[in-house]
């Protein structure tokens, strides 16, 4: 049967000071009056049956979730010990599904991205669930057709045409995020798209891949689905590794017993994991300044202003240009915006000294 996991963990680092332990990224309204979470679950709403959607976040973020998708048992959120990286955030679902039902297909989705419109989405997730379901050895990622030499984003190289259903392709590699040149190369090929790191597969072909590629993650996770009670002394032992590096790029390049096709994404998508990412959302006025909140800019141009006080105080900016100014009540940040990317780096420094800020 069909299944969907929405894989919520991220704490959204870059998003500080919105987004925070207690509330990250996803649980916020960043765009519009939805969590980025219930966009999520919306997307998927009606692709599967509601009792077959399952979502894995964080243990401290679980009544949170439920809080956002009431439409959810109990039972379906599933929530990590402490964050592993997401290729536990994938092979935990995947053990749990397979161990209640063996022949369990599943689409791994996030709850970080934007994406319109919705139709071709489903569409696009209903053809990967057929090749998955037509080819048991197939591993299905999504490939976000380009429409500009992005630098964020890591890319897929795409092969020919393959198997019984149409529409679906061979991966040939994956490239990390690369630099402008690079990117303006693989658009002028059309032979790349974007990453999307959504994922549909047989919940057993990745064990079996875990199992040949990962053999302490397998047997852990296989152990979690079989006795939950064991999860918090078993999960902190998982290795922390991305799916991508543990598993997507080794089957890729014929190390493992699969092999990994790509499902073209025609649409208009967006991973807001920064500001830059979430201005592109915003409000924006004739100087190029993206705008949320009480804000006055004077002779200021190409600037981000976020301003979330409860106080209804008025953030000012003048003569500034190319700056990230978020006020969220308690915290004001003021960078760059070409070092906005680097914001996580801020917040260790931050939380390292935490008690001088209390």
Not at 77 to 105: C, K, Q, T
Not at 125 to 140: K, N, Q, R, Y
Not at 290 to 307: E, M, P, T, W
Request: charged residues 20%; glycine residues 8%.
């Amino acid at each position: 049967m069909r299944y969907v996991v929405i894989m919520a963990g991220g704490s959204g680092k870059r998003l500080w000071p919105l987004s925070r332990q207690g509330t990250p990224k996803q649980l916020l309204r960043l765009i519009g009056d939805s969590s980025l979470l219930r966009l999520a679950y919306e997307r998927v709403r009606g692709t599967v049956p509601d009792e077959h959607i399952l979502v894995c976040t964080g243990a401290k973020y679980q009544q949170e979730v439920r809080k956002e998708i009431p439409e959810l048992g109990e039972d379906q959120i599933l929530g990590e010990p402490e964050g592993r990286d997401s290729l536990n955030a994938v092979a935990w679902p995947a053990a749990v599904l397979a161990h209640a039902d063996p022949d369990a297909v599943v689409a791994m989705v996030t709850a970080d991205q934007v994406m319109q419109p919705v139709e071709v989405f489903q569409q696009a997730l209903a053809t990967a669930f057929e090749a998955a379901e037509t080819d048991p050895s197939a591993m299905v990622t999504f490939g976000v057709v380009p429409t500009s030499p992005h630098t964020g984003y890591g890319y897929l190289k795409r092969g020919e045409e393959v198997g019984e259903v149409p529409g679906v392709y061979a991966v040939t590699g994956f490239r990390e995020k690369p630099d402008l040149p690079t990117a303006k190369r693989y658009l002028a090929t059309g032979d790349y798209w974007w990453n999307s790191g959504m994922f549909v597969w047989r919940a057993q072909t990745l064990l079996d891949q875990l199992q040949r590629l990962v053999p302490d993650c397998h047997q852990l996770v296989t152990r979690i689905a079989a006795q939950p009670e064991l999860l918090e002394e078993l999960f902190r032992k998982l290795p922390k590794i991305s799916v991508d590096y543990a598993v997507m790029e080794p089957v890729a390049g014929g190390r493992g017993s699969a092999h990994v096709v790509a499902v073209p994404l025609p649409v208009t998508w967006q991973d807001v994991g920064g500001y830059s990412a979430l201005a592109e959302h915003l409000p924006s006025d004739d100087q190029g300044n993206s705008v949320d909140g009480r804000a006055l800019l004077v002779d200021a141009h190409d600037n981000v202003v976020i301003n979330r006080a409860a106080d209804e105080s008025l953030i000012a900016v003048f003569g500034l240009s190319d700056v990230v100014v978020v006020h969220s009540g308690d915290a004001l940040l003021v960078c760059p915006a070409s070092e906005s990317e680097r914001i996580k780096d801020l917040v260790a420094q931050v939380e390292a000294r935490a008690s001088q800020f209390a």
